[in-house]
């Protein structure tokens, strides 16, 4: 996890399942506004676009794939066999 400001607050383990816990201190949060003014703009749809994005990512869903005429002639012509 790292804060908004790039320091990292604690790792998870490489290459296993791992869950960590960070507390962050409230206080904080108007240190980080002032060094990355985005975050006080920041708006809660602009949290729901991310969320709908890193699911598009995560899960994306499979490509439509349109076969070629020549390969749809080869299949009628198995099927009539």
Do not use: C, F, W
């Not at 960070?22 to 809660?44: A, F, G, Q």
């Amino acid at each position: 996890m790292v804060n908004p400001l790039g320091n990292v607050l604690i790792k998870a383990r490489y290459y296993e399942e791992d869950v960590k816990t960070v507390e962050i201190d409230p206080s904080d949060i108007i240190n980080y506004r002032s060094h990355r003014p985005i975050l006080k703009d920041l708006d809660p749809s602009d949290v729901d676009l991310v969320v709908k994005a890193l699911n598009e990512y995560v899960n994306p869903k499979p490509p439509i794939i349109k076969p070629r005429e020549k390969e749809t002639q080869q299949l009628a012509i198995a099927d009539n066999q």
